[in-house]
């Protein structure tokens, strides 16, 4: 019963550095989304991918975020050179399309 | 701007204490309202889905009911495994992510 995969489960870098999130969704789902979770607000939505393309990217700053979903392999989430505000809990979730989008248990992103 | 608004931010009720949680939403056109339960740690759980006004479903002791401005979900006789947060999310026919309320800490205390 393989659920959404993310890793890794806790990250921790530096302000500057680089942090990559990796998302595996559900079996058989092409349909890939990112949120971003910060203390105390809802959950907000990043972007959202199917194999090969970004289909809706309007939640994503326009600055050090990107975002893929290759043929093979993970969706990832890269951030480059990290701040503080970085910090949150990002949650991917899957779907076939049309219904529910299915959330894995999140990356915890701690910028020192 | 699309907005969903969540009530009680918490509530904490006794076992068995029967109680409903709000979910009031502006959008410029529903594609569906969602249910989810999230426990400390963990990613959103899916629940319900809602499509059209006066639709209802229904899960063990969870509920969840829908008009044109705001959903209910229902809680009858909970159990302290019910205690969690409760989020409300919409979809829009024009967009494909979902916008979530700040959701309702739910505790049932034994």
């Known amino acids: 019963n393989a659920g959404v995969m993310q890793n890794p489960r806790h990250l921790v870098r530096r302000r500057g550095q680089e942090a990559r999130l990796r998302c595996s969704p559900m079996?058989?789902?092409?349909?890939v989304y990112w949120y971003r979770q910060l203390p105390e607000e809802g959950l907000k939505f990043m972007v959202y991918?199917?194999?090969?393309?970004?289909?809706?990217e309007s939640g994503m700053p326009k600055e050090r975020f990107s975002a893929e979903f290759p043929k093979e392999g993970p969706s990832i989430l890269r951030i480059q050179q990290v701040v503080r505000g970085d910090s949150a809990a990002y949650f991917c979730?899957?779907?076939?399309?049309?219904?529910?989008?299915?959330f894995g248990d999140g990356t915890r992103l701690s910028i020192l | 701007e699309d907005q969903v608004t969540q009530s009680p931010e918490a509530l904490r009720l006794q076992e068995g204490e029967s109680s409903s949680l709000n979910c009031s939403y502006t959008?410029?056109?529903?594609?569906?309202l969602f249910w989810y339960r999230q426990d400390p740690g963990k990613g959103p759980e899916f629940l319900f889905t809602l499509y059209s006004a006066g639709e209802e479903k229904e899960k063990e002791r969870l509920k969840a009911t829908l008009t044109k401005k705001e959903s209910f979900l229902h809680i009858t006789a909970p159990k302290p495994e019910d205690s969690a947060t409760y989020l409300c999310?919409?979809?829009?026919?024009?967009?494909?992510?979902?916008?979530f309320g700040k959701g309702t800490h739910l505790i049932i205390q034994p």
């Open positions: 079996k058989g789902h092409s349909h």
């Open positions: 999310a919409v979809q829009v026919l024009s967009a494909d992510g979902l916008t």
């Open positions: 991918l199917q194999k090969e393309n970004i289909i809706d």
């Open positions: 979730a899957s779907s076939l399309g049309e219904g529910p989008q299915h």
């Open positions: 959008v410029s056109g529903l594609r569906g």
